[in-house]
């Protein structure tokens, strides 16, 4: 078995052969062109791109299965040198986290889903350890987020409330804010335009 690490920005790419292989072909022919027609961006725009770079590489008649994932630069919950550490003495995490007095903005991944919420639970958890008075989440990068992102941003709340302090949301014009709003998320947890917005807007006091 071998095992190779998977950093920050780094796109995997897994295919049938019949995406490489034809029968007037060699085989590393196929594999050279899908290698080159491979870069790290969206998953889907990359197989929109990995599909257009192979269909007309001759006639093929096997079947054909592309599945691509890239790990989000920066993401919470991973290892690597672009990944948080565990909050030391004084401060909560140093990467993806400043702080203005007693206000933390949290920059969240351009994508929240099932691969990465929990991570980003805990960073807002440890955060929320450092008693904030307001901590802002700012998602006007965020692309994505699904049901388990919502959940991570609910129990940041709920976190939040019991110790005192605030979760707001920096949305923009994130995508991420229509699954928000659907939800019902924005009835619970202060939504703001931008990370400036919030910061000058004073902690709503109970």
């Known amino acids: 078995m071998s095992t190779l690490d998977f950093p920050p920005g780094a796109v995997l790419c897994l295919y049938t052969d019949g995406l490489v292989e ?5 085989i590393d022919e196929g594999i050279g062109r899908l290698c080159a027609a491979v870069t790290a961006q969206d998953p889907e725009a990359a197989c929109v791109a990995v599909m257009a770079a192979m269909a007309g590489y001759s ?11 890239r790990r989000t630069p920066g993401e919470p919950g991973g290892s690597g040198p672009d990944s948080p550490q565990p909050a ?10 400043l702080w203005s007095g007693r206000h933390a903005v949290v920059t969240m ?7 990465n919420a929990s991570g980003v639970s805990d960073l807002l958890a440890a955060v929320a350890g450092e008693s904030p008075e307001v901590i802002t989440a700012d998602m006007t990068a965020t692309l994505f987020c699904d049901s388990s992102g919502v959940n991570a941003l609910a129990r940041a709340h709920e976190l939040a409330a019991a110790s005192g302090s605030e979760l707001r949301l920096a949305l923009d014009d994130s995508p991420a804010a229509r699954i928000i709003q659907l939800i019902g998320l924005d009835q619970i947890v202060p939504v703001y335009r931008d990370v400036q917005e919030s910061l000058a807007t004073p902690p709503q006091r109970a």
């Open 22 to 26: 034809r029968r007037d072909q060699p």
């Open 59 to 69: 006639l093929h008649t096997d079947d054909i299965a592309l599945l691509m994932l």
């Open 88 to 97: 030391g003495t004084g401060t909560a995490l140093e990467r993806g986290v």
């Open 109 to 115: 991944p351009t994508e929240m889903d099932i691969t």
